[in-house]
């Protein structure tokens, strides 16, 4: 079975600094993962995405993620944070089992930018 | 290339009545996921299709809860009577069969009073 922890529900940056939201995984097989990005009364957005192919992932906007599969972490960062950037973000995992191949989402993190 | 479309964008209704989402996934995508999220959550997958056919329905209250999809390309989802616990938004995303990046609606907003 696969899951996904985000280790914090709301993280708080001023603009200008450098941005960590953190992912750790649960997954049978060898996961793709996924970083989406929620803006209000907006859809999802893809951010970046992990399919067992460099471990450094870079992605829209800015941000990048790194997989480690040791810590079974998929860690989200940006140097620089920016007022758009406030939004809820959500890690994705997605097992490569039996063709199943359905998104489970974590619980998501609110990033706030303070200017 | 057009996105995955989704109506209403929002829907009001009292307990125990029924009411149908429409999903319209991107062209040639042979999957097609029903997602609810809740106030404060992720979502959670409801059920996905593969062409015309169920992969995975674990989580759909079957109850009240009811999904097809048509030739393979446009979905609805049913919940027949609704409950307040109902109130969420429903997204229907869609993705090629090979790949597993999934493209999202906007939703529709659901509140069941």
Not at chain 1, 83 to 95: G, I, K
Not at chain 2, 50 to 73: H, I, M, Y
Request: proline share 4%; hydrophobic share 35%.
């Amino acid at each position: 079975a696969q899951s996904v922890t985000q280790l914090d529900s709301h993280v708080s940056v001023s603009e200008g600094t450098p941005v960590l939201l953190r992912c750790n995984y649960s997954s049978s097989y060898s996961p793709s993962l996924f970083w989406y990005v929620q803006h209000p009364n907006k859809g999802l957005q893809l951010l970046l995405k992990y399919t067992s192919a460099a471990t450094l992932v870079k992605g829209i906007n800015g941000f990048e993620a790194e997989f480690k599969k040791s810590e079974t972490s998929f860690h989200l960062t940006k140097p620089s944070a920016h007022m758009s950037d406030a939004a809820e973000y959500f890690c994705v995992v997605s097992d490569s089992d039996t063709g199943r191949r359905a998104l489970t989402f974590g619980s998501g993190t609110r990033l706030q930018v303070q200017p | 290339e057009a996105g995955v479309a989704q109506s209403p964008r929002y829907k009001i209704i009292e307990k125990r009545q029924s009411v149908a989402f429409w999903c319209n996934p991107i062209s040639g995508h042979a999957t097609l996921y029903w997602y609810q999220q809740i106030l404060g959550q992720g979502p959670k997958l409801l059920i996905q299709f593969q062409n015309n056919g169920v992969v995975d329905d674990s989580q759909l209250p079957k109850d009240r809860f009811s999904a097809e999809r048509l030739k393979g390309v446009d979905s609805t989802l049913k919940i027949q009577p609704a409950k307040l616990e109902d109130s969420a938004v429903y997204l229907c995303a869609s993705s090629l069969v090979t790949l597993t990046e999934a493209f999202f609606g906007q939703g529709t907003r659901l509140t069941v009073v």
